[in-house]
T-cell receptor
Framework: DSGVTQTPKHLITATGQRVTLRCSPR?????VYWYQQSLDQGLQFLIQ???????AKGNILERFSAQQFPDLHSELNLSSLELGDSALYFC???????????FGQGTRLTVV | GQQVMQIPQYQHVQEGEDFTTYCNSS?????IQWYKQRPGGHPVFLIQ?????EVKKQKRLTFQFGEAKKNSSLHITATQTTDVGTYFC??????????????FGQGTILTVHP
């Protein structure tokens, strides 16, 4: 158990819908990352927050947004969903940007 | 921006053979991290290398960080079926507009035939 909790584990939704993925980082970790992993693909960096502020942004679509709350949990919002958004979405946390990251179990999103 | 390339993409070995995956960054890294993702699982941190030329061992796994801190390798001696999975290297971006971004290589998928 990495200590990072992601909910839900599975999500099936229709095209055009909006979903929210939730992540609770390890206790004491200030940095939260979001990654997208499509079938047999690598880990595509979406966004990183540190202590409530956005620190780095990857190739995140405009339909996607995220935030980190004062209690350090984070949410990734995906809207106007398309079939191609079907993927595993991982959240990871670390003490700081240069330290090792601990991953949650992931949320498997299926858009039908 | 920073790019991290990893080769090979796939590696099939017979149990008992050795395995090596290589990682190259377009920029100098403050450190290099290695992760393993078992099929159906999530990436799990293996090790972090910080110093130029550093070598670390974990049982049958040997990790190296290049002198220029732009490349790294993971070598597994005498693979076992439990080594199956995808091995990723990752490097944090230490500057520029992507400060803090942890960039992963594409990963090497290792299969081990018994």
């Amino acid at each position: 158990d990495s200590g990072v909790t992601q909910t839900p584990k599975h999500l099936i939704t229709a095209t055009g819908q909006r979903v929210t993925l939730r992540c609770s980082p390890r206790s004491g970790d200030l940095s939260v990352y979001w990654y997208q992993q499509s079938l047999d693909q690598g880990l595509q960096f979406l966004i990183q927050y540190y202590n409530g502020e956005e620190r780095a942004k990857g190739n995140i679509l405009e339909r996607f947004s995220a935030q980190q709350f004062p209690d350090l949990h984070s949410e990734l919002n995906l809207s106007s969903l398309e079939l191609g958004d079907s993927a595993l979405y991982f959240c990871a946390s670390s003490v700081d940007w240069y330290t090792e990251a601990f991953f949650g179990q992931g949320t498997r999103l299926t858009v039908v | 921006g920073q790019q991290v390339m990893q080769i090979p993409q796939y590696q099939h070995v017979q149990e008992g053979e050795d395995f090596t995956t290589y990682c190259n960054s377009s920029t100098t890294l403050s450190n290099i991290q290695w992760y393993k993702q078992r099929p159906g699982g999530h990436p799990v941190f293996l090790i972090q290398l910080v110093k130029s030329g550093e070598v670390k061992k974990q049982k049958r796994l040997t990790f190296q960080f290049g002198e220029a801190k732009k490349n790294s390798s993971l070598h597994i001696t005498a693979t076992q079926t439990t080594d199956v999975g995808t091995y990723f290297c990752a490097g944090p971006n230490a500057g520029g507009t992507s400060y803090g971004k942890l960039t992963f290589g594409q990963g090497t998928i290792l299969t081990v035939h018994p």
